[in-house]
């Protein structure tokens, strides 16, 4: 018999879809027989007997603050802030309409 | 002389003495970029004003002004960003970005007086080990055209190995500095996790990047260390300790316990473990003691690291949309879209028990194990990377046994620790160094054992010839 793939096509257009990334049909056949593969090697995590609870990370850094207070020197004006972005529109990014 | 040759020391000590300017020593790297990089592909971009940016720290030098690195020509990887010159970390989405400001590390250069030749290739985004998956074309290694460099800061290998710039730097998120630093015959530091502002270079994993240089010695390493490290108030993460004159602190005849751990040379190329152990005699003979140990968690470090940094890289890279900067995400390439869509997977409802909150336990319980681990040793030595530099396209076709060449260097990045490729025998006629682990942020330790590991071997005396 053989074996079904850990993420099959249809899964592969779903992690697409919710990471928006355009595939095309080939992409979907070949991450899903790729990314099968490498989840399959991450699976042997599982052996691993663990016997520590869950923490935080591996520096033990906690309440990093600053003070409340406007940093200038990391301010960008309107016009460096728009200057990067391929549209815009009277001083505002143009990004493409959520409702139509 | 030429001077393109000459280690950090022995430039400064050049410009000081008026032997040559730095206008005439980036004059000769910009020569020499001129007539390799359409080869090699070292940099993906030369900075215009490198020579003005000479001449003004030639000026500054007349006037008697003494800095760090004054005048010395330094190649960023193309993921720091330095304001006004493109910065694409080696992909096409971002071929159109020009920053509106400078990464920390970039800010501490300049103020150093060091001057930016250009900016050095890589794997996209930081996803490689082998300098292949680059949209400005791949890097070559300096000893061997065919074959990989090591990645992903392969440019800044090339650059360094091949005398188009002084120093480099890069950012090492799973062996990015110690990988292209054990294949070309250079020094490669990763740093402490928190050593080193991540401000202003382009995310790979948050968890985990460390961003350190790449040099000829381990002299120059520790100088250019000094001016990198220290507490930055636009990075959480880095910590508020002095950062010491490494450099001023390396000769010492101290001897320390080095650990050999099981796990690391298990599936070992033959031909490294023989090197390995030749520098392990070495060091012996020099009245270094040497302690066998296990660390068992090591086997699982690779599965820890997947897991882990392919979900932050998921996250980081959600943030490329095309709107405020940048191309479409349809420029990212095939490396990128793989990692993207495991990371998602592996961290969505419904799988993340089985995979990611897996991973983030197993880390924890890495870091315990090397912990406790360093309670009977001062640091760790071993091998970098598990077989010798592979011919350019040989591991393109399966990504696993491409990621599974960082079996060695992730698991310091998974504690947090300080690590490094120092340069010893040459295997097959090709480069290849010994990884040095230490305790976190004691730089200073791996440093002093770097440097008599290459006293003994003087590898920064070999130089190869660029076709």
Redesign the interface.
Known sequence: MVKSKL?SPK??EH??L??????SKT?LLK?SE??S???N????????K??????S???N?FN?T?EDKI?RD?V?TQE??L?????TYKGY???KAIFS | MDVTQLTLKSALEGLNEGKFSSAELTQNYLDRIKRYNPKYHAFVSVNPEAMSEAKEADELRKKGKKLPLLGIPVGPKDNFLYQGMKATAASNLLDNYTPQYDSTVVKKLKAAGAVVIGKTNQDAWGHGSSGEHTDYGITHNPYAYDRVTGGSSSGSGTAVAGDMCLMGTGSDTGGSNRQPGSYCNVVGIKPTYGRVSRYGVIAMASSTDSMGPLTKTVYDAAKFLSVMAGRDEKDATTADLPVPQYHLNLETEKKFTLGLIKEYFEGLDKKFTKVIETAVKKLEAKGHKIKQLSIPAVKYAYPMYCLTVFAEIASNLSRFDGIRYGYDRDRFGEEAKRRIMIGTHSASSGYADQYYNQAMVGRKMLTYQFKQALETVDAFIGPVFPFPPFKIGEKETDPLKMYLSDVLTVPANLTGQPAMSVPIDFVDGMPNGLQVICKHFDEQTMFQIASQVEQEYQMYKIRPKLI
């Open positions: 993420v899964l592969v992690i697409g919710l990471a928006k990334l355009p595939l992409e991450f790729q990314l593969n490498v989840l090697f991450m699976g042997q995590l599982s052996k691993l663990l016997d520590l609870k869950k923490t990370p591996h520096l850094l990093i600053r940093d990391r960008l460096q802030a200057s990067q972005a391929r549209k990014f143009l990004v």
